[in-house]
């Protein structure tokens, strides 16, 4: 997930490089609530929040990659389109089972996994994964690389996890979905940024992974911005226990 210290530096005039500069502009929103949030004076709290609504989000990106490649698969005539097939397939094998790290992570904080995936997710979760739908089914399925480009083009950078860990008090261990991530988004981000360079891409379609990076930028800032507000409630109504105490 993109927070305040992620940065990319994209300076060639390419479909990949003018998608990262469309994603700068929306991000202030998302740098202020990654900072909200990672600064939280209740962090031992909003971290295990933080992780139920990055389960929210990962558990649907295989799905959704799944629904990408099967629109893909049909419309395969069109090059931008079978393009993107060999690309899903391997992807999404890269990507399964990275929704149970998550899980292994909140189970190490006391959190029972059956009682986070009977949670309905929130609204701003559920859009930034239903809108991906909307376009890929019902425009072109190319429109999963914006959503991708958000989520893998800007990792978290360790100093930022270390610091996290420090200030939550929490075990090193629950902090393996974005140590793993810290570590392989880079490389994956570099293979997006070449498949979305190598695709015949015509206006609209660069116009649509436009609109679906910068739409998944705003969703996240609220998806953040849920986290941070849920923590404070609870706490003004004294329902939270400090898990870095236990």
């Known amino acids: 997930m993109p927070t305040a210290s992620s940065g990319v530096a994209r300076v060639a005039d390419t479909a990949s490089s003018r998608l990262y500069r469309k ?13 909200r949030f990672a600064g939280h ?9 933080f992780l139920i609504t990055v389960h ?7 799905p959704l ?32 089972g990275h929704d149970e790290w998550v899980l292994d ?23 930034m994964v239903g809108s991906q739908y909307y376009w890929v089914l019902h425009f072109h399925p190319v429109a ?8 893998e083009g800007y990792p978290t950078r360790p100093e930022l996890i270390e610091r996290l860990r420090t200030r939550t008090g929490l075990p090193a261990a629950a902090f ?30 660069e116009e649509l992974l436009g609109l679906s990076s910068m739409s998944s930028v705003e969703l996240m800032a609220r998806c953040l911005e849920e986290v941070s507000d849920a923590v404070e409630r609870d706490t003004m109504r004294g329902d939270r226990v400090d898990l870095s105490e236990e």
Request: proline share 7%.
């Open 176 to 205: 393996r979905t974005l140590a793993e991530h810290a570590e392989l988004d880079p490389g994956h981000g570099d293979e997006l940024d070449e498949v979305i360079d190598s695709l015949p891409l015509s206006r609209e379609q």
């Open 105 to 127: 992570d909140l189970r190490l904080l006391g959190l029972d996994p059956a009682s986070v995936l009977s949670r309905v997710p929130s609204p701003a979760v559920a859009s």
């Open 144 to 151: 999963v690389l914006g959503y991708m480009a958000v989520l």
């Open 56 to 62: 929210g989000i990962i558990r649907g990106s295989v």
């Open 41 to 49: 004076q209740s962090i031992s709290d909003a971290y295990p929040e």
């Open 23 to 35: 994603i700068e502009l929306a991000m202030p929103p998302l740098v202020a609530a990654s900072r």
């Open 65 to 96: 990659m799944r629904s990408a490649l099967e629109r893909a698969r049909d419309t395969s005539a069109d090059p931008v389109a079978g393009g993107l097939v060999t690309y899903l397939e391997r992807h999404i094998e890269e990507e399964l």
